[in-house]
Each structure stands twice: as structure tokens, then as C-alpha cells.
């Protein structure tokens, strides 16, 4: 198994920044692709972005495309996720997860095993 844990939320006016981290403890770090997701109140969990074992190919969904970027280091068994231009529709509680298949290309909660607590991003107009 392994262990997830995000930082780095918090509250932040439109157009502005903040970098999420997950780090992850357990089994080899590199044995996973890494996701991010949020959760909005009363909608579900929405995929954001996936990042390979080795960090070279990334997804997105469109909503976020050109101003989030994800990336890993794994000698820290970290996962980050770069957010530029906030919204205030992107408030939501931020996930990261993992999975171990051989595809990134999986935006669906179902596909990813493990999961972090969360942190809050609240982007304010």
C-alpha cells in the first residue's frame, strides 16, 4: 500500500497561485501513476490531472489546461500540482491518488486505489 498526504491549500484571490504537494510513504513511489481530483460542495469528484511513474506524460482536463501543471520528483516520493490563474470555480477540496496501471489516461475516481485526506482550495472573487 501506500500512504498519501496533501498540502499546500488554502485561500487565494482570482488570478492568483498555489502549489499543492502529496507526499506519499509506503510501497515504491515509482510503482505509481499519480492523479489529482476535486470535490466541490454537492458535486461529485471531478478528475483534474495524472502524471506517469516517471513524471514525462501528463492529462488534463480541459478546464485546466495551460494554467495547472503536474509533476513529480521521485526521489522526495512527492507529487505536485502548480496551479496558475485560479477561478473561483476551481474551490474545491483537492485530492491526490494513485494507481498502478499501465495507462495515465484513467479520469475516473474508480480507477485510482489510494487516496489522501485532502486539502481545501478556496479562490475568492
Known amino acids: 500500500q501506500v500512504q498519501l498526504v496533501e498540502s499546500g491549500g488554502g485561500l487565494v484571490q482570482a488570478g492568483g497561485s498555489l502549489r499543492l504537494s502529496c507526499a506519499a510513504s509506503g510501497r515504491t513511489f515509482t510503482n505509481y501513476n499519480m492523479g489529482w481530483f476535486r470535490q466541490a460542495p454537492g458535486k461529485e469528484r471531478e478528475f483534474v490531472a495524472a502524471?506517469?511513474?516517471?513524471?514525462?506524460?501528463?492529462y488534463y482536463t480541459d478546464s485546466v489546461k495551460g494554467r495547472f501543471t503536474a509533476s513529480r520528483d521521485n526521489a522526495k516520493n512527492t507529487v505536485y500540482l502548480q496551479m496558475n490563474d485560479l477561478k473561483p470555480e476551481d474551490t474545491a477540496v483537492y485530492y491526490c491518488?494513485?494507481?498502478?496501471?499501465?495507462?495515465?489516461?484513467?479520469?475516473?475516481?474508480?480507477?485510482?486505489?489510494?487516496w489522501g485526506q485532502g486539502t481545501q482550495v478556496t479562490v475568492s472573487s
Open positions: 502524471i506517469s511513474r516517471s513524471g514525462a506524460s501528463t
Open positions: 491518488a494513485a494507481n498502478e496501471y499501465s495507462s495515465i489516461y484513467h479520469d475516473t475516481p474508480l480507477r485510482y486505489n489510494y
